[in-house]
């Protein structure tokens, strides 16, 4: 390996990562309130979502059935219907919930939710309490799952006001008392006959960020995710109006996209200061859906009157993935041009240093699309969009090792259509266009390939992350799917984890490199004939795919290097020529027993980078194991 003659810059945006309110990315992941629906809403969730709400949980069924929202349940079901939903009179967004006592006895409602036990013991609650009649008292509590008469904390508050009121308690349970992953209830209840209404619930750990489950702060700054998307499918029906402003005011609606809720707990102000805490920044994608241009317009002088010197310039996406008809409010290709010359002209007018990324098509598609948007004058925009979010269904009937190695080839297909997208931008008169690549993704349909979230997922993401390191002069901006969840930071029954994918990109953008130099390598190549049905015909793919770099101080060679092969380890002989090595070798492999392997609550560090160290020299010998991906931090000296 060498220096290159004309030395191409990698710029480090090429390490990005991608955010949507999607699955539990943000409710019940990033952010870290653990009560779902805490307004007590009604159609919040598709009718799909609830059907597999119910399979999964029989018992909201009889709670749906007592008046309850879901996934509310009685604190007993035996004292049968002590409640009813209230439209038009409520703290925070349309309905609240009377609950009604019975004399001498007990009534509440109660909600499985899981902590995090293993970091927190106290939790702080809220609640919105309109008081009806009788005594004043509400009880806020933790219990056993289950188990009511098993209560692990209470506080009480004195709520006898006949307007909407907050009260606030905190929580704290006894060390060790609950176990990692164990769920708990909390339970609201009134007694001896009182009535009140109950609206907007909420329970966070006393060490949440601003809202933010700590343990994913952290992980996403250890990420160096130098940008983070603000985006996707939901991006063409949000208003982003409706989360700014007093969290207890923001209104809960359907997530029309997802079929899942959207509290706009979340919204623009957090999701700045989640950059901030991550050291990452906004890249947020517009609404060219049901949005304005003027409605865009005033979003980006809001981000730029509250993100970093207020001088703009930040990276503004026009749309997501505008030529699907699943796109609410798509604009269609006859249109796509003046929308996005519409927008173009009215963001340029809030802040002419925006930097913006206009949709583009995918790579197996791109063409016509393209040359829509290409008919706006240069200058337009700066940046064409492309997607990769991909399964691995074949055109043959494959095994699932052909499967495998199948979409492990893909990025090493990839490269050409990137060259494709900028040659006809430079074509079209657009001579500095470059490629964004805002999402991408691996997806297993039957989960016996690589998936985004398995060890192959990880094979899939080196060698994604070495192909654009290889096209960085036409690639300029790369967004992984996603930071939360996906190939990134997942959480469940309270416990963070990362995916596989994750600990890639964690050590391509730790690393920092700034300098590509030249390989040459004589391993062996496989080709793919009808392979994944968006990519079916690949030649020549290395099994050991190599990118070597210097970061911007050239204090050392970075090696990332991805063993696609299945079963066998690659013994190789890195030469660096003339490049003044030495010191000491640091080396990170990412490897599992199988490319299935997956992280998960309950083992979360199955798979994650494995530290090793040998003497550096300018030949030294090394076996990358089957199936691994390898960053080798080899020190120069200068």
């Known amino acids: 390996m060498s220096p290159r003659a004309q030395p191409q810059v990698i710029p480090a945006t090429l390490f990005g990562s991608f955010l949507e309110p999607i699955g539990h990315s943000t409710y019940g992941g990033l ?57 038009g009179d409520a703290a925070n967004s349309n309905q609240s919930l009377l609950v009604m006592a019975l004399p001498g006895k007990t009534v509440g409602i109660r909600q499985r939710v899981y902590l995090s036990p293993q970091r927190q013991n106290t939790y702080n609650a809220s609640l919105w309490v309109k008081h009806v009649r009788g005594n004043g008292n509400v009880s806020v509590s933790l219990r056993r799952h289950n188990q009511p008469d098993k209560i692990l904390a209470s506080a009480q508050v004195v709520a006898d006001k006949p307007e909407w009121t907050k009260y606030e308690v905190r929580l704290s349970l006894k060390p060790n008392e609950v176990a990692r992953l164990e769920p708990v209830d909390l339970v609201l209840a009134l007694d001896d006959d009182a009535r009140a209404q109950f609206d907007s619930v909420s329970l966070f750990p006393a060490d949440a960020i601003d809202g933010m489950d700590p343990d994913e702060i952290q992980m996403a700054r250890d990420l160096h995710s130098p940008i983070v998307r603000f985006g996707g499918n939901f991006t063409s029906a949000y208003d982003w109006h409706d989360g700014v402003g007093p969290t207890d005011k923001r209104v809960s609606v359907i997530n029309p996209s997802w079929g899942i809720p959207e509290y706009n707990t979340f919204g623009t102000d957090e999701f700045l200061r989640f950059c901030e805490l991550i050291h990452a920044s906004p890249q947020i994608a517009l609404n060219l859906g049901t949005g304005t241009p003027e409605s865009d317009a005033e979003w980006v002088r809001y981000v730029n009157a509250h993100w970093g010197d207020h001088h703009g310039g930040l990276l503004w996406e026009l749309g997501n993935e505008l030529w699907g008809d699943f796109q609410i409010a798509y604009p269609g290709p006859e249109r796509i041009a003046a929308v996005t010359l519409a927008t173009s002209q009215a963001v340029r007018a809030a802040d002419p240093r925006a930097r913006l990324i206009a949709t583009g098509g995918d790579e197996d598609s791109f063409h016509d699309w393209n040359a829509r948007q290409l008919t706006n004058a240069p200058g337009t925009f700066n940046y064409l969009s492309t997607h990769f979010v991909v399964t691995d269904s074949t055109q043959l009937r494959g095994d699932a090792d052909f499967r495998s190695m199948a979409a492990l080839a893909l990025p090493w297909g990839l490269a050409p259509r990137m060259h494709q997208i900028q040659q006809q931008a430079a074509a079209a008169g657009h001579k500095d266009v470059r490629v964004a690549f805002t999402e991408w993704l691996m997806i297993s349909e039957q989960r016996s390939s690589p998936n985004f979230t398995n060890m192959g997922g990880a094979l899939f993401a080196g060698g994604f992350l070495n192909m654009l390191m290889r096209n960085a002069g036409v690639l300029s901006i790369s967004d992984m799917t996603g930071i939360m969840e996906f190939g990134g930071i997942w959480k469940k029954r309270g416990q963070v984890y990362g995916a596989p994918a994750y600990y890639v990109l964690r050590e391509y953008a730790q690393a920092q490199p700034h300098t590509l130099l030249d390989v040459v390598s004589d391993g062996g190549t496989y ?27 050239a204090s050392e060679v970075l090696l990332t290097c991805v063993n696609r092969h299945l079963t066998r380890a690659m013994e190789a002989e890195i030469d660096l020529g003339s490049l003044p090595v030495k010191g000491t070798a640091h080396i990170r492999t990412i490897h599992g027993s199988s490319i299935l392997d997956e992280n998960d609550e309950e083992n979360p560090q199955r798979i994650a980078p494995v530290a090793d160290q040998r003497p550096a020299s300018r030949k030294l010998h090394y076996t990358f194991p089957n199936a691994s991906v390898t960053v080798m931090h080899l020190p120069l000296q200068r």
């Open 31 to 87: 952010w870290a309130d653990v009560v779902e629906n805490p307004s007590l809403e009604e159609g919040l969730w598709s009718a799909g979502n609830i059907a597999a709400m119910l399979r999964e949980r029989p018992e909201l069924r009889r709670a749906s059935e007592l008046g309850l929202p879901l996934p509310w349940e009685p604190l007993d079901q035996r004292q049968g219907n002590r409640y009813l939903p209230v439209r």
């Open 527 to 553: 080709t793919i004939s009808h392979g994944i049905t968006r990519l079916p015909e690949i030649a020549d793919v290395p099994y050991l795919d190599c990118v070597a770099s210097e970061p911007e101080n």
